[in-house]
């Protein structure tokens, strides 16, 4: 309980408000606008409106709406792709082997069952797949190695 107290402190501290999980969402939204300072409130942005000129005609980049009423400053470009090939190398080799490890070695029905993937609960982690249990596999990742290095 003492903990739950101090991370709820450092949560209001840093960000000033905290949210309550045991309520909904309106009443945890409701608190937050009644705890918010009144020159916060009067400062907000109120024409948040915009038009949408990405082309194909497709959902808005990530992270818009967090730029809207800022002015016209900022402009929304897509991330470029890096171009790194040693890096390319490695992420392909590492997803070669993750996959070829869960396909040699599946994980249990049971632990399956009732398991729901949820992207925003994801969390990358550092696990570095091991070598694979099939030698074919190793050799076509090298294979690919040097033909993409040629190229």
């Not at 939204?29 to 497709?58: G, T």
């Not at 890096?87 to 994980?107: C, W, Y």
């Amino acid at each position: 309980m003492f903990l739950l107290n101090h991370i709820k402190k450092e949560q209001i501290n840093q960000f000033g408000y905290c949210a309550d999980p045991s309520l909904p969402t309106w009443k945890n939204l409701e608190n937050y606008i009644l705890l918010m300072p009144v020159q916060d409130y009067l400062s907000r942005p109120s024409n948040m409106a915009c038009h949408n000129y990405c082309e194909p005609k497709s959902a808005m980049p990530h992270g818009v709406k967090s730029l809207l009423g800022l002015g016209l400053r900022y402009c929304i470009r897509a991330p470029k792709p890096s171009n790194d090939l040693n890096k390319t190398i490695e992420r392909f080799k590492n997803d070669a082997r993750r996959i070829s490890h869960f396909i040699f070695n599946p994980p249990d029905q049971e632990e399956e069952r009732g398991v729901q993937y949820i992207p925003e609960l994801y969390i990358k982690s550092d696990w570095i797949p091991p070598e694979s249990v099939s030698k074919m596999i190793g050799h076509c990742i090298k294979n690919f190695k040097s033909t993409l290095r040629e190229q």
